[in-house]
């Protein structure tokens, strides 16, 4: 490929990065009941990985060392999917509280394929306290920094709980975390505080202002509202912003009507990133993302499904190898048996260089 600025060093945080192209943080559910295993070596709701106790962040110290022998780094991602879950899935049981939401407001549509009759999403119980949900952030935080990870990024994308507070289509509280742009923002903010005391400057946050997850606001409000929360982010020193672009493929439609607020993220919200890197998430190729970078509009891209299917992705770049591996798309999320959680995961071949 011509130009070569996505192949510099990159600081952020603590830490040097010896490029400029991030795998993202995927959900391949391959956790068996909700706990690292050594498959998860060789990459990354349901058979979601947890961190919440001793065994996952024995399960997560394994991993997060044989990221760090091969010369890598590693963030946690840190996620509450809120009124995204459902009572029912196993996860929900094992936690034995309610789904929790900022309201008592569903989000539209949804499908829990591996619970009978694959329901959609129900009411959620407002949650009393936030703080309480806050501190099981910082709980989590605590245990990804005994298990030795980088640093932490905050999901605050795809409609689970950071973005339920954020969006007025969700959240009607009349106290301190609803109403107005500013107490929305507030259990985000205080999220990232919280993970900041643990983490310091490693600490990241994953945007994703078009929405078309779970429902979103009116034109006028997000810009408002993303506008005002990202200004505030990028005041706690963090390491790196990511924003999630619009996507027609998650651009789900109900009564005709697409569910996602289409604008250009980057565009938008650029100038209210002064101190936090940027990077640039979905649909990104790294030709683009070369031409970004070397303009100055970006520090960085993140990569998600064409890294599944090309582990020496980086390098096939590099040196103009095609990315052409078929995807294994009944096998992106799920496993092929009991004993078989590898097809579909970590089964995908290297070029020849």
Do not use: C
Request: glycine share 8%; proline share 5%.
């Amino acid at each position: 490929m011509a130009g070569k600025a996505l192949y510099e060093p990159i600081q952020i945080g603590n830490i040097t990065l010896k490029n400029r192209v991030g795998m993202s943080a995927l959900t391949r559910n391959r956790a068996e009941n909700t706990y690292p295993i050594e498959l998860m070596k060789e990459t990354e709701w349901y058979n979601a990985p947890g961190i919440w106790d001793d065994k996952h962040v024995a399960g997560w110290k394994d991993i997060v060392d044989a990221v760090h022998e091969a010369g890598g780094k590693i963030y946690a991602q840190l996620w509450h999917v809120g009124r995204a879950a459902h009572p029912d899935a196993p996860e929900q049981k094992l936690a034995g509280i309610p789904v929790y939401a900022p309201s008592a407001i569903s989000a539209r549509g949804g499908k829990f394929r591996n619970l009978p009759g694959k329901p959609g999403y129900v009411t959620p119980t407002a949650v009393d306290d936030p703080w309480v949900i806050i501190n099981q952030f910082k709980h989590a935080a605590i245990n990804a920094k005994k298990a030795g990870f980088d640093g932490v990024e905050l999901h605050g994308a795809n409609g689970y709980i950071v973005t339920q507070f954020l969006d007025n289509t969700s959240n009607h509280r009349t106290d301190q975390w609803g109403g107005s742009v500013e107490n929305r923002s507030r259990f985000g903010l205080e999220v990232l505080k919280v993970l900041v005391e643990v983490f310091g400057r490693d600490v990241a946050i994953k945007l994703s202002p078009a929405g078309g997850y779970n429902d979103g606001m009116p034109l006028q409000d997000t810009l408002d509202t993303y506008s005002y929360f990202i200004t505030e982010a990028d005041k706690l020193n963090l390491s790196y912003i990511v924003l999630v672009r619009y996507s027609k493929t998650f651009d789900a439609e109900y009564d005709g009507v697409p569910r996602a607020t289409k604008h250009d993220v980057l565009e938008s919200y650029r100038p209210y990133i002064k101190n936090a890197k940027l990077f640039l998430n979905t649909e990104v190729t790294a030709e683009e993302g070369e031409k970004l970078v070397a303009a100055g509009k970006i520090d960085g891209i993140f990569i998600g499904f064409n890294w599944i299917t090309h582990p020496d992705l980086v390098k096939r770049v590099l040196h103009g190898k095609a990315l052409d591996n078929v995807p294994n798309i009944q096998l992106t999320q799920r496993n092929k048996s009991e004993d078989d959680w590898y097809t579909g995961y970590t089964d995908y071949p290297a070029a020849v260089y």
